[in-house]
């Protein structure tokens, strides 16, 4: 009796979106009721992940393999590949998908966006991945570039549409100025979009913000059910890691809280341990003292708790570090992308004489601003350490992009 309870809560903590009747269908899901009839005499290329499977966890590729009258022709595999079996920043090679035989082409390579060739004979190119709703994420970029090349190679796009795990509501931090445009921050939104993977297509795709102005022909396959309120958990549909360091959905939300922070490497966030993104920590730091200080801000939506604990690999790996760990209790209230500025603020204070900025690799503060869309932040911030000092110059865009955006909203 004991052994049957012990793997009940086990299982519950693996996915927590069971506990959820499922309220969402994606889109491909919507299509395979549809018995794929959109696709129907047409020869499929498919750009997805591990991600990309229905609420039975059944894989698009396989899907669209075996579906009646739909060809499916080439896959294109982004960062970590079209099964998942590339590291994180590792070059995910061409090769053959052994289940399928189906060829597969690397979007994250030498190419980053498919070549004339790598298209040749495709009559529909699809997009199926989970999005986690930052803008420095780096699938949405692949998407955005597949749709140039779409554009380009006169071939339709198609979008199957999943929820943003953050809900659609969020809308944080500055639009990205053009000479800090990377792959991590391809295009100019917010940090946090607040898009589905559809309607950011559709804002892209109208707002001439494809390579010299393209525009593809562009379809999304709507979900069924999903509302802009809702984050994963309410779906009730099973979450699959996006990336090796997003386990679960809960993760999506840590990502923006800590991810700007970790480009520097001067702080461990989790990333190596356990938790990732979940954590801030250092040998020099006093767990107790920064608890203290962090949670006499009182930021809404979370608290904070001491933790000792020992990287297995990356930054730090194998050092003993000191820090905290960050709990949300109200995802749906909590500012989630200053706090990283928070966390700056209170160890400058406690440790005035370790400046982060000037601890670092001189080349993490380029990837730093790339992340951040701007090297303003980082230049305002550093002056006194004053997360008051950014917050005006970080939400600047937020509000014109929010009235902008709406037009582009599938979901009420």
Not at 152 to 163: K, Q
Not at 217 to 235: A, C, D, H, N, Y
Not at 392 to 410: H, I, T
Request: net charge neutral.
């Amino acid at each position: 009796m004991t052994t049957r309870k012990y793997i009940s809560v086990i299982f519950f903590m693996i996915m927590p979106s069971m506990a959820f009747s499922q309220t969402v269908k994606t889109g491909i899901e919507v299509l395979q009721e549809q018995n794929f009839e959109l696709l129907n005499g047409k020869r499929v290329g498919l750009i997805t992940n591990p991600t990309g499977v229905n609420s039975r966890l059944e894989s698009t590729i396989d899907l669209l393999h075996k579906a009646p009258g739909v060809q499916l022709v080439a896959l294109y595999g982004p960062e970590h590949g079209v099964r998942g079996d590339f590291d994180a920043g590792e070059t995910v090679t061409s090769n053959t998908d052994p289940k399928t035989g189906v060829p597969v082409f690397s979007l994250y390579g030498k190419n980053h966006k498919p070549s004339a060739g790598m298209l040749k004979g495709i009559d529909v190119l699809i997009y199926d991945i989970q999005d986690i709703g930052s803008r420095s994420y780096t699938f949405i970029s692949t998407m955005g570039l597949a749709m140039e090349a779409a554009a380009e190679n006169n071939i339709e796009f198609m979008v199957l549409d999943r929820p943003n795990p953050l809900g659609g509501n969020r809308i944080e931090g500055l639009i990205t100025e053009p000479q800090f445009t990377s792959f991590v921050s391809q295009f100019p939104i917010p940090y946090i979009h607040g898009f589905t993977v559809g309607e950011l297509a559709m804002y892209l795709n109208n707002n001439g913000l494809l390579k010299n102005g393209a525009k593809c022909k562009l379809t999304v396959v709507k979900m069924e059910g999903w509302q802009r309120s809702m984050i994963f958990e309410e779906t009730g549909l099973p979450w699959v890691p996006s990336s090796p360091h997003i386990p679960n959905s809960l993760t999506a939300a840590f990502y923006p809280i800590t991810g700007i922070l970790g480009e520097l490497y001067t702080i461990n966030i989790g990333v190596g341990y356990t938790l990732p993104f979940q954590l801030i920590g250092a040998e020099w730091i006093d767990a107790e003292k920064l608890t203290d200080s962090l949670n006499k801000l009182n930021l809404e939506g979370m608290i904070f708790r001491p933790i000792h604990y020992k990287p297995y690999y990356g930054s730090q790996k194998g050092n003993t570090l000191h820090g905290v760990q960050i709990h949300l209790t109200d995802l749906k209230e909590a500012e989630l992308s200053m706090i990283q500025f928070y966390v700056l603020q209170e160890l400058h204070k406690l440790y005035p004489e370790k400046n982060v900025f000037d601890m670092c690799d001189q080349s993490r503060l380029s990837m730093f601003d790339k992340v951040c869309g701007s090297d303003k932040i980082r230049k305002e911030f550093s002056k006194e350490f004053d997360t008051q000092s950014i917050l005006k110059l970080w939400y600047k865009d937020v509000e014109p992009f929010r009235q902008k955006a709406k037009q582009y909203y599938l979901y009420k």
